[in-house]
T-cell receptor, first 115, second 111 residues
Framework: DGGITQSPKYLFRKEGQNVTLSCEQNLNHDAMYWYRQDPGQGLRLIYYSQIVNDFQKGDIAEGYSVSREKKESFPLTVTSAQKNPTAFYLC??????????????FGPGTRLTVT | GEDVEQSLFLSVREGDSSVINCTYTDSSSTYLYWYKQEPGAGLQLLTYIFSNMDMKQDQRLTVLLNKKDKHLSLRIADTQTGDSAIYFCADLYSSASKIIFGSGTRLSIRP
């Protein structure tokens, strides 16, 4: 079955620690995205990547980093510089044979709690 | 500024129609989307409409677009308990190559 997987579903970390969230897709999509979701708010774009070895900052990139070494994988690192990291993180992908950001497929999300 | 707005809650009786509304500010929208999010899950694309269309129907879903008023709606006919979820509208900007999501409308179904 084609899809996007994110692991783990729940993640707990102490303040001051970096943490990496995994995102893998087997849809052969070129573009991948990371969003943050807070209660009562829409999704906010953290980073996106249109192609391997290239990525762009979104609206709230500060305190986050990404890599795109393989087409299938787009891990997100939440660094200790992120002031309010507790949130639900969603990874998505889309085929850029269309438009960037078009018809995105989302993973199940990772809920990160930092105490 | 760039914005997409939705009301936060909607409650309907099972079997009735649900109408979820969305307003946006961008004048260069190309596509507008409706996504569904079930509890603890990611978003699922339900449907979308191109900005030069007025209406799109897909089984129980009807999307209406009033471009003059920058108003988008999603009508779900014969609402079922499985339709309970948060519904997000999203606006794809052609000029800035970005997408803006609304804050989501939580649809609850009462018996």
């Amino acid at each position: 079955d084609g899809g996007i997987t994110q692991s783990p579903k729940y993640l707990f970390r102490k303040e001051g620690q970096n943490v990496t969230l995994s995102c893998e897709q087997n849809l052969n999509h070129d573009a991948m995205y990371w969003y943050r979701q807070d209660p009562g708010q829409g999704l906010r774009l953290i980073y996106y990547s249109q192609i391997v070895n290239d990525f762009q900052k979104g609206d709230i990139a500060e305190g986050y980093s990404v890599s795109r070494e393989k087409k299938e994988s787009f891990p997100l690192t939440v660094t200790s510089a992120q002031k309010n990291p507790t949130a639900f993180y969603l990874c998505a992908s889309s085929s850029t044979s269309g438009r960037l950001f078009d018809e995105q497929y989302f993973g199940p999300g990772t809920r990160l709690t930092v105490t | 500024g760039e914005d997409v707005e939705q009301s936060l809650f909607l409650s309907v009786r099972e079997g009735d129609s649900s109408v979820i509304n969305c307003t946006y500010t961008d004048s260069s929208s190309t596509y507008l989307y409706w996504y569904k999010q079930e509890p603890g899950a990611g978003l699922q694309l339900l449907t979308y409409i191109f900005s030069n269309m007025d209406m799109k129907q897909d089984q129980r879903l009807t999307v209406l677009l009033n471009k003059k008023d920058k108003h988008l709606s999603l009508r779900i006919a014969d609402t079922q308990t499985g339709d309970s979820a948060i519904y997000f509208c999203a606006d794809l900007y052609s000029s800035a190559s970005k997408i803006i999501f609304g804050s989501g409308t939580r649809l609850s179904i009462r018996p």
